[in-house]
């Protein structure tokens, strides 16, 4: 990965933390590793535990950031998922994941940013 892609995660990531905060989420952890992969946003809401998966894009040429996730990607984050649930023991929450687009343009400002509800 290079840097310029990198740091483009990483701001995408916080505009999507920062909008999930103004949506009256609940951050419970970001950048979750564990040896199944990592999710990048965990966070809460009156009803759910939701797992994010944040995808940044500064060009939609090879297609948009929620359709680059992959079937192996998604079966990781549930995998991910389930290690949390262990970990914290949050067998009762009702869990959904959530996809968060964040569009840049080719000097890295920022377009738009969609949220997908329950994604996969």
Do not use: C, P, W
């Amino acid at each position: 990965m290079t840097l310029r892609r990198k740091l483009l995660g990483e701001k995408g990531e916080a505009i999507a933390k920062d909008y999930l905060l103004k949506n009256g989420y609940e951050i419970i952890r970001t950048n979750y590793r564990t040896r199944f992969g990592e999710i990048d946003i965990i966070a809460k809401t009156e009803k759910y535990l939701v797992f994010v998966e944040v995808r940044a894009k500064s060009s939609l040429n090879f297609g948009s950031a929620e359709e680059s996730i992959s079937r192996v990607k998604k079966a990781k984050i549930r995998r991910v998922a389930q290690s949390f649930i262990l970990q914290e023991k949050a067998f009762k929450e009702t869990l959904r994941f959530d996809v968060i687009a964040v569009i840049f343009n080719k000097h890295q400002e920022l377009i738009e940013t969609r949220h997908y509800e329950n994604a996969f």
